[in-house]
Every structure is written in structure tokens, then in C-alpha cells.
């Protein structure tokens, strides 16, 4: 805009050439190339260091090179260097933006003029004379070093990129929320310390809360999981998903984040029926339904009969799934072989070369149809729609594809209960494996069941039969590894666990699944006199026993849990217990004849009772609160945040990502409405970065080592004028002090705050033999002996205090300003008297 009309009125006052000679006794020279992103996304500077040299040969010395091209600091210093003492270089950047460039050169809001320490006064008259018409208008000037005058341009622009990027995302937000995002730029920018500029939207440019020993459900490479939430530190950085709720079913969103962090303090036990609940921090926000809409609690503030949403249905696929042994096999069975005559006669010509390096006789491979599966590895598109056998010893064979369908989910059902797998080596030193399945002597109808699906799949086995005890057993290496090593079921009773394959079947085969898993390990108990009934399942397997739990869930059949230690046992057993008319009757048809002498008492039941504290709907159960629970605790805690800040934990809960504060807490706003906060997310990550930079920089000033040192630790709390440690960086300071065996005396202006430390220091001191943080009621007594003081919370409080007295109380004068809220006055009167005196980014 109006670039024309300024062209045209002084064409007699510019010449254009492109030959660099033509520039030859030029007084100042402006360099404004581009410098554009390379690659990495680092600033291009060829064009500037090009054009630098191109003007070398012109310089006599008494010119001037101003660079207005966008620089990274150094680099003015870096073209001074090059030209040596031929000119004298300025840092001159520009502030315009496109489509009124021509209007913000002639109305600056400043001029910026960086010169190098060794730079005439000369150069900057003869820059202030160049640009005398701003300053005859009282434009302002910041005259500075080149390193500051490189920074204040990239400084602006970054700041200024934040504020619009940050009323973007808050646009998205009001735009969730009904919110007019006009009127909240109006109000902010009448802020004074905010303004109204850049604030116009337009395209653009937590907290760690559980206990480590919850359950979540994730789905991970290797399948789907039920893990306690620090075994999830074994898949950082790998692609997740995690349980959580779509509003309707069961859904997988993707995990975004873990996070873990040391916690002292008290964890909140949530009690919900059937022996439901969950561990979760103070500030943890619990999803409650209250009148037909879902809200945030703070788990501290959750009441008794407050209602818990508990999700089914949505785990499943329209059809079994296929699964292919073949790669799975070949990578885990030493000596496996592979039988398919059609296919290797049809291949043979392709296979050659290969066989010829694996056997004397390659033709007999074509004869027989057996191959070695490693002469395959690299061709298994070739296998593609085959269905050969897989073995080490061919009468004990396996398929080649499997169908997860009833018959196998059954089977799988059956191992999980009454399965184990055991191991020895062969004479020529491969792994055997042998697979068992051991039943009571009477329940014949499961072991035949069992021997019928395995003939099916063309699996040899035998039975014994000895004492009380019906075994079937299959001496197949292939087979005990698929069980094991690709549908994931453990190896016996105490790490077995729900094949992740299951939780992506159709509904009926995960019924077929768990038919066979209460068939071997359930058993149906009359009560009250015969006249009621339940189901229940032992395990000892704490994975199997909420994946199970998950599993009925999904089918709309809610079970007890509970854990209990039997006499004589080192390890815990999870109880599922299923009540109810409909949920007995459902459960108990799964067990066949067992459960015909069972039917007549189920007729008996002369009303059906609604459940206490529960309330059922058609693809959800509100739970009730029973109670809540204050636990002291030490220890990490963990979150996952996901795409749409929900989650399934505690045996089958709707919970929420914590609920943390200021930053955090617009964090979770955003995600509540399906928005992603990226630049709040990433001010959060600078901050707790920053707090480990300041550690640093005390522990430096000792030469690396605080050990035995003692530091006087100067507010305590959040921030000035409270009582509230949560977040409380001054307290993330001194466990990072005393983790380096120093010892911290702290003190705080509020009384609360400071008796609220005081527990917390219990709470720590009871958990270790000595805990190295001492609160006191006086300042002076905080100061007194220390090697150093640090001011942690930005009292303007501090500047009124007695600094001679506190120098001739401590052991070593030096202060570290965590706030910069000392005056500068003052610290240079302090650093007079020979104190050691530190800021942040500051300079006296």
C-alpha cells in the first residue's frame, strides 16, 4: 500500500543497478537480504554472508554496513569479523508488516540501533542524522550492543507470535464454550499491562495424579494390555492408545502424554460397590453425574452418594479375527519346519537358489513338501492365502492361519484357567515345550470339549487321568509358543492374562472366552439357604483379574472384585463375584450341565431387587460413593493425558486427566471441549524447565557440590499471601536441594503456610530415617549459619528486611534471587558489602 505513489514522487532520487561496482563510495550501505528457514529450520544466512563479501572490495574504512536483514544474535559481530577494520557495522532492524510496510516506516514505534563496543561516536550521529526525521518527531531510540538489538527483534516477534497464537487457541475455546472472543480481546486489552494490539483472532499462526499400582488399559504394539500405570514407563516413546469413553461405549484414544513426579502427601481412596474404586491424588478431578450431565469434583471434595459413571459395550469387531503363525513362529522356534506340498511345488522354481544353500538334495524338499521356515523369511508374500503346518516334529503340528473364533477363544479360556506350559532342552540344545491342561477327574464335558477343538485345529494331544485329576497335554513346541509368545496368555498361575486379541473380537467369541475361563476356575455357590446364588472366579494373576473385570463390563455384566490374602499365601487372589438374577443366569449357562442343578434355585428367586447404590442404564451403571479415604502417601504418582482428557482406570471408572493449576488448569479447559492447547502446553514445559536451570545455577556457585550445605529457603507457599503448597516451586526447590544432601531452612511470611509445610515434613520424615528441611517461625532464625539464602517467592516484603543484620548472621553471604524482586538499589548496595549476588537473566 502507497508504494507506488512514494516511488513515483522521487524516481529523481533513486537509481538501480546489478553491477556491485556501480556502489563504490557509498557512505552507508543497508544489507537487506532474505535470510529463509533452512532445513532444519535454522535462519539461512548465505544471502547476508554473500552479499557482506560482494561489498568487501568497495570499503575503505570510513563506511558504515547496517544489517536490516533478520539476524540470529552473533551475527553482526560474525560480519564485522569479516570485514575487519574496511567499515564499521550496525544492527538495524526492521519492525514492518507486509501490506503496510510503507506505513510503519514512516510511524515507528521505535527505532533499534546496535553498534559493536569498539564503534566511533561518529557512526551513531551520523546513523542518528540519517534518520533525523524520527527523531525530530520523538520517535523513541534504543540505542544498545549488537547482541541486544539482534534479540529484541526475534524477542518482539516470538512475543508477539505467543499473543496471537494464544487468542487463536482461546478463540477455539469460545467458540466451544458460546463465548464471544471480541469481547474477551476487549476486555484483556484494556489491561494495560496486556493491550488491545494483536489480540484479533484469525487461521494464524497436570498434574501426575494416580497411585502406581491402578490398572489402565492400553492398547500398545504388542496388543492390548491391562498394566498398573508404572509399567507404562516401559513403552515411552512408543505409539499408545488408552480405554477411555466416546459418550456412549468403550472407546481407544490415543495417549498423549505420561507423566511422573514424587508425591508426599495424602492420596484420596475412592469407594464405590462391588469393591470398585480408585487411588488418586487430592486435586485429581473425578467425573460425577449430576443431573443428566457430567461435571468435575476435585477427588478432596467428593461426597458420599455422589454418582460414578461406569461405561459398557464398544470393545469388539464384526467378525473373528485371522491370525497368521507363520512370521510369529518362525522368529521364536528354533529347527521350526513348514509342510505345504501344493504351495512348494507351485514355488519351487523360486525357491531354488535358496534350497540349494540350505539342503544336499533340494528336490527332496520338493517330494515331500517340508522346508525349513527360515528359507521363507524373506518370502513371506509368497504365503500369502496358504494354510500349511508348522512343526518341530511333525505329528506334533499347528495351522498356519487360526481363525479366532468360539471354538479357539473357548480353547484359550481353558488355558487361562487351567493352563500351564513347561520347558526343557532337547539333546542337540533346542527349547521343548510342553502344554498342559489340568481339570477336575469328573468335568469330562470340558475336557472333551477341550480334545474336540483341538482335533479341529489338527493338534495331537493325549489325556491322563490320575487321582482326582484329568489332564490334557500337548507336546508341541509351535503350539505352546503360539499361546505364550502371540496370543500373550502367560505361562502360568500368577502372569496370565486376557489374550489381546479377545478385546478385539466380536462379543460372542469374548463370551466364548470367558466361558472357558469359568469353566476351569469359577464355580457357582448357593447362599442364604439355597435359596440365592453367585458366581465367582479365583485368580491369582492381578492382569488377568481386571482384564476379566473389563471384559464383562464390555458385556454388560458387572462383577465384585475383591483381594484377599488366603492363609499361607505370599501372593494376593482377586475374587470376581457375580450376583443378580439376570447376571447369575447369563454367567451360569456358560458352565453346561454343571449348571442344571443350579436352574431350579434361579427359579426360585421370587422378585428381582435393583442393587443397592447403583442405578443401570443400557450402556452404562452410575455407582454410588460409599466413601472416601485420606491415605498418607510417599511416593511417584502417574497420568496419562489423552485426546479427549478421559480415561478408564480403577477396575472399569470414567476419570478424568488431573486438574492442576493456572496454566494447567486452561490446559485441562481446553481439552474438556476436544481443543489442543500447544502453546499453554509448551509454556508449562519452559517453566519446569526453568526451575531446574535456577538449581543449576546455586549449585555452581559451590563448584557442583551442596552436599552439607545448609540454605535458608525464603517463602514457601505457591505464591505471596497463601497458605497453598500444590505446584509449590519453592518446595520443588527444596527436594531438589536435599536430594543433594543439603539442608534447608525455610520460612513464610503466612502462618498456614508455614504449618502446612510442617505436616508435610512428617509425612517425609516418617517414610525416610531423616528428612533435611527444617521450618522456622522467625526469619532470622532461618537465616542464621546458612551457606546461602534463597528467595523462592516474590515478597516485596523482603527489601524491607534487615540485610545487615541477616549478613552477620549467615555463615556465607549469598543470595539467589528466584524472583528478582530485590531492587536493583538494593542489590548493588548489597553486593557493596560483599554479598554474592544472583537474579534471573539479570545484571547489575
Known amino acids: 500500500k502507497d508504494l507506488e505513489g512514494l516511488l513515483k514522487k522521487n524516481l529523481g532520487r533513486l537509481s538501480f543497478t546489478h553491477d556491485i561496482n556501480d556502489l563504490k563510495g557509498i557512505d552507508v550501505y543497508f544489507v537487506c537480504v532474505g535470510t529463509p528457514q533452512d532445513e532444519k529450520g535454522k535462519a539461512n544466512l548465505n544471502f547476508v554472508f554473500s552479499a557482506v563479501e560482494s561489498l568487501k572490495p568497495l570499503l575503505s574504512g570510513k ?19 569479516i570485514l575487519g577494520d574496511k567499515a564499521y557495522v550496525v544492527s538495524n532492524p526492521e519492525f514492518l508488516r507486509e501490506g503496510i510496510a510503507v506505513y510503519d516506516f514512516f510511524n515507528p514505534e521505535r527505532v533499534v540501533l546496535g553498534f559493536g563496543e569498539n564503534s566511533p561516536e561518529w557512526v551513531e550521529e551520523k546513523m542518528l542524522s540519517l534518520y533525523r526525521y524520527f527523531v525530530e518527531k ?91 500405570f508404572h509399567q507404562l514407563e516401559k513403552y515411552e516413546n512408543l505409539p499408545l492408545e488408552v480405554l477411555s469413553w466416546n459418550g456412549k461405549t468403550f472407546s481407544w484414544k490415543k495417549l498423549k502424554y505420561l507423566t511422573r513426579r514424587f508425591y508426599s502427601g495424602n492420596l484420596i481412596r475412592v469407594k464405590l460397590p462391588l469393591g470398585r474404586g480408585v487411588e488418586v491424588t487430592e486435586d485429581h478431578p473425578m467425573v460425577v453425574y449430576e443431573n443428566g450431565l457430567l461435571k468435575q469434583v476435585l477427588a478432596k471434595d467428593l461426597k458420599r452418594g455422589q454418582k ?30 513348514y509342510k505345504n506340498p501344493p504351495f512348494v511345488k507351485k514355488h519351487f522354481a523360486t525357491l531354488k537358489g535358496k534350497l540349494k544353500k540350505v539342503y544336499q538334495y533340494p528336490y527332496e524338499v520338493k517330494r515331500t513338501g517340508v522346508l525349513k521356515a527360515e528359507t521363507l523369511r524373506d518370502k513371506t508374500q509368497l504365503l500369502e492365502g496358504e494354510n500349511g503346518r508348522l512343526f518341530t516334529v511333525e505329528r506334533n503340528s499347528v495351522p498356519q492361519r487360526v481363525v479366532l473364533d468360539g471354538d479357539l477363544a473357548r480353547l484359550l479360556g481353558y488355558f487361562a484357567s487351567e493352563g500351564w506350559i513347561s ?84 462379543k460372542w467369541v469374548q463370551e466364548e472366552f470367558l466361558k472357558g475361563l469359568f469353566r476351569g476356575d469359577g464355580s457357582v455357590t448357593a447362599v442364604n439357604g439355597g435359596k440365592n446364588l453367585y458366581v465367582e472366579l479365583a485368580t491369582a494373576s492381578k492382569e488377568l483379574a481386571y482384564g476379566v473385570l473389563l471384559l464383562l463390563q464390555n458385556l454388560g455384566i458387572y462383577a465384585s472384585l475383591r483381594v484377599k490374602r488366603f492363609n499361607k499365601s505370599k501372593v494376593d487372589t482377586y475374587l470376581l463375584r457375580i450376583n443378580g438374577k439376570e447376571q447369575v443366569e447369563r454367567v451360569g449357562k456358560w458352565f453346561g450341565e454343571r449348571w442344571k442343578e443350579y436352574e431350579n434355585t434361579l427359579k426360585g428367586y421370587k422378585k428381582t431387587i435393583n442393587p443397592p447404590h447403583r442405578e443401570i442404564f443400557e450402556n452404562y451403571q452410575l455407582f454410588e460413593v460409599l466413601e472416601v479415604e485420606k491415605v498418607p502417601y510417599e511416593g511417584f504418582v502417574y497420568s496419562v493425558e489423552t485426546e479427549n482428557g ?89 527436594e ?35 528428612y533435611g528441611l527444617t521450618v522456622y517461625d522467625d526469619l532470622y532464625d532461618a537465616v542464621r549459619d546458612a551457606d546461602g539464602v534463597i528467595i523462592a517467592v516474590e515478597y516485596k516484603e523482603w527489601n524491607k528486611e534487615d540485610w545487615n543484620r541477616i549478613g552477620e548472621l549467615v555463615k556465607h553471604k549469598a543470595l539467589f534471587d528466584g524472583r528478582n524482586v530485590i531492587e536493583r538499589d538494593l542489590a548493588r548496595e548489597l553486593k557493596n558489602r560483599g554479598w554474592h549476588y544472583e537474579g534471573v537473566g539479570i545484571s547489575l
Not at 312 to 319: D, R
Not at 446 to 465: A, S
Not at 489 to 499: A, E, H, I, L
Request: with cysteine; charged share 25%; net charge positive.
Open 63 to 81: 563506511e558504515i554496513v547496517v544489517l536490516k536483514s533478520t539476524v540470529p544474535v552473533g551475527t553482526n559481530r560474525r560480519v564485522q569479523q
Open 308 to 337: 460414578i459413571l461406569l461405561p459398557s459395550g464398544g470393545l469388539e469387531s464384526e467378525k473373528p479375527l485371522e491370525v497368521d503363525l507363520f512370521k510369529p513362529l518362525s522368529q521364536r522356534v528354533e529347527n521350526l519346519k
Open 423 to 506: 520347558e526343557e532342552r532337547t539333546a542337540k540344545g533346542y527349547k521343548r515345550y510342553k502344554v498342559g491342561f489340568t481339570f477336575h477327574k469328573e468335568e469330562t464335558e470340558y475336557t472333551e470339549d477341550l480334545k474336540w477343538v483341538l482335533k479341529k485345529l489338527g493338534v495331537n494331544h493325549t489325556e491322563l487321568v490320575k487321582e482326582n485329576t484329568r489332564a490334557v497335554v500337548v507336546n508341541s513346541t509351535p503350539f505352546a509358543v503360539a499361546l505364550k509368545g502371540v496370543f500373550q496368555t502367560g505361562t502360568n498361575s500368577y502372569d496370565k492374562r486376557v489374550p489381546p486379541q479377545i478385546f478385539e473380537s466380536p
Open 138 to 228: 520523538k520517535v523513541p531510540f534504543v540505542v544498545t550492543n549488537w547482541e541486544s538489538a539482534e534479540l529484541i527483534k526475534y524477542a518482539s516477534n516470538t512475543f508477539l507470535a505467543m499473543k496471537i497464537s494464544f487468542v487463536n487457541e482461546l478463540a477455539r475455546l469460545a467458540e466451544k464454550t458460546g463465548a464471544d472472543i471480541r469481547d474477551i480481546a476487549t476486555g484483556m486489552g484494556l489491561d494495560s499491562r496486556i493491550g488491545k494490539k494483536f489480540l484479533n483472532a484469525g487461521i494464524g499462526w497436570g498434574g501426575s495424579c494416580f497411585h502406581p499400582k491402578e490398572v489402565v488399559c492400553v492398547k500398545t504394539p504388542e496388543g492390548v494390555r491391562v498394566l498398573e
Open 646 to 734: 478421559l480415561l478408564i482406570a480403577g477396575g472399569g471408572l470414567l476419570v478424568h486427566n488431573c486438574f492442576p493449576k493456572d496454566v494447567e488448569a486452561l490446559i485441562w479447559q481446553f481439552r474438556e471441549h476436544e481443543v489442543e492447547p500447544k502453546l499453554p502446553k509448551a509454556t508449562k514445559e519452559i517453566n519446569e524447565e526453568q526451575l531446574i536451570w535456577f538449581f543449576n545455577k546455586i549449585k555452581r556457585h559451590y563448584g557442583g557440590n551442596i552436599s552439607g550445605k545448609t540454605f535458608a529457603l525464603l517463602g514457601l507457599a505457591f505464591k505471596p499471601n497463601t497458605d497453598d503448597l500444590r505446584e509449590s516451586p519453592a518446595l520443588k526447590l527444596a
Open 736 to 770: 531438589l536441594l536435599v536430594e543433594e544432601g543439603a539442608f534447608v531452612k525455610g520460612f513464610d511470611y503466612v502462618k498456614g503456610a508455614r504449618e502446612n509445610v510442617r505436616k508435610l515434613v512428617e509425612v517425609k520424615a516418617s517414610t525416610r530415617y531423616t
